[in-house]
Nanobody, 125 residues
Framework: QVQLVESGGGLVQAGDSLRLSCTAS????????VGWFRQAPGKERDFVASISWSRNTTLHADTVKGRFSVSRDNVKNTVYLQMNSLKPEDTAVYLCAVRKGTYYPARDFQSYDYWGQGTQVTVSS
């Protein structure tokens, strides 16, 4: 059984930084693309970033480009989301997801097979 666990969320002030982690058990992520999404109350799930299994290809949403960066450590079976210059509009539950057996990252959440439960990020102004 595949389990994804996100961590690193919290309450911060605008301009602060956080690093989220997504650690998998029950499956080695080394052959999977992994993505980060976020969902605020009453809103749709939005794409944030995604990374190929080889780390050579990354995608970032325009809203976070230049502020957020996705990376991974296949030895630790963990994917990270470094978030800098946080804004109140970044407040959401952040979820990681896996596209099993796929090299390419993707922006659409329907492309993903496994999901974590999410970690809350709250940015105060």
């Amino acid at each position: 059984q595949v389990q994804l666990v996100e961590s690193g969320g919290g309450l911060v002030q605008a301009g602060d930084s956080l690093r989220l982690s997504c650690t998998a058990s029950g499956r080695a992520l080394s052959s999977d693309a992994v993505g980060w999404f976020r969902q605020a109350p009453g809103k749709e799930r939005d794409f944030v970033a995604s990374i190929s299994w080889s780390r050579n290809t990354t995608l970032h949403a325009d809203t976070v480009k230049g502020r957020f960066s996705v990376s991974r450590d296949n030895v630790k079976n963990t994917v990270y989301l470094q978030m800098n210059s946080l804004k109140p509009e970044d407040t959401a539950v952040y979820l990681c997801a896996v596209r099993k057996g796929t090299y390419y990252p993707a922006r659409d959440f329907q492309s993903y097979d496994y999901w974590g439960q999410g970690t809350q990020v709250t940015v105060s102004s």
